[in-house]
């Protein structure tokens, strides 16, 4: 249950007057996801295990948005121009891949909650609909683990040493979070091996237990992506990480060669009068114009 960390300048949660509220959100909307997910891990402990299962729910379908988002907010900031991962590789493996790969791992853990989910309330026993199920509990981590290892390999030439130090506090804790969770997800179907468990008895105290681990480190470095967002937003001449390989420049480039042809105008005209003053004589002053004319008469 992760999320893409990244300390990229280039960023857009929002509309430019509201991004910065737009990103505190998105990281307040993670923790809230991530709260409500050990909610749901606690509650199979309980006598009604299916109210677990539902704020399991509850919980992926926000994360699957969060990290929609970061996506998006990602490829906002460089105007959507897809062609610039071709000069800064990190850009397509983490702030591309990541939400992308977490985004889809979400998804196959929703769907095989869900599948048990259907199976408990149906009552019946369908044998190949609980294999599916069981195996996506293991898909969806695994793609976690995939998506955290990228996000922590990112590598930082400008960025402050402040920021790595909040961005590794942010990756740790993701990481080993995703490691639990599927080791559960393993540990779990090779439990069931031996018996012919149907339903919410297919999940495993094992997984219940792990899961729970998992989320109090997926809570523990939301809360830290929230001070990081804060450090970021707050600290002034905090250095961020600019695009590498000459895509920043190209970004640059290519976002001053579609300048509306009012704004352009103006800028020419406003050129073409500074020059206009430049190349003009400076005027005399009347003062000395005067004392001039008294000095020639004297002589």
């Given amino acids: 249950m992760v999320k893409l960390a990244s300390a990229r300048e280039v960023r857009m949660y929002g509309p430019r007057l509201s991004r910065n509220r737009a990103e505190y959100m998105n990281a307040g909307l993670y923790v809230f996801a991530t709260v409500v997910l050990l909610g749901g891990f606690v509650a199979q402990l309980s006598k009604e295990p299916k109210s677990g299962l539902v704020l399991l729910l509850i919980a992926l379908a926000i994360l699957i948005m969060v990290n929609l988002h970061d996506l998006l907010a990602h490829l906002a900031g460089i105007d959507y121009r897809l062609t610039l991962m071709e000069f800064d590789t990190q850009l397509a493996l983490v702030e591309f891949a990541v939400p992308l790969v977490q985004a889809l791992g979400f998804l ?16 019946g026993a369908h044998f190949k609909l609980e294999k599916h199920a069981l195996n996506m509990l293991i898909a969806g981590p695994v793609l976690w683990v995939v998506g955290s290892i990228h996000n922590s390999c990112q590598i ?12 590794q506090s942010v990756h740790i804790p993701f ?21 012919h468990h149907h339903g919410l008895h297919l999940l495993g105290r094992s997984w219940i237990w792990l899961g729970i681990l998992g989320s109090l480190l997926f809570l523990i470095g939301g809360f830290m992506n929230v001070v ?4 970021m937003q707050q600290i002034d001449g905090l250095r961020l990480e600019k695009l590498r390989g000459g895509a920043h420049e190209r970004l640059i480039h290519e976002r001053e060669g579609q300048v509306p042809f009012i704004l352009e105008e103006q800028r020419r005209r406003t050129r073409h009068v500074e020059e206009t003053k430049l ?3 400076l005027a ?8 001039g004319q008294t000095q ?3 002589a």
């Avoid at 930082?156 to 961005?167: F, M, N, S, T």
């Avoid at 005399?284 to 004392?291: A, F, G, N, R």
């Fill in 108 to 123: 196959l853990l929703f769907l095989g909650v869900l599948f048990l989910f259907i199976q408990a309330e149906k009552g």
């Fill in 228 to 231: 990081k967002v804060f450090k």
């Fill in 296 to 298: 020639t008469t004297v």
């Fill in 156 to 167: 930082y030439e400008r960025a402050d040493g402040h920021v790595q130090i909040l961005q």
């Fill in 279 to 281: 190349a003009l004589p």
């Fill in 175 to 195: 990481l080993t979070g995703s490691v639990l969770f599927m080791v559960g997800a393993i540990v779990n179907v090779r439990e069931q091996a031996g018996f």
């Fill in 284 to 291: 005399t002053p009347y003062k000395d114009v005067l004392i």
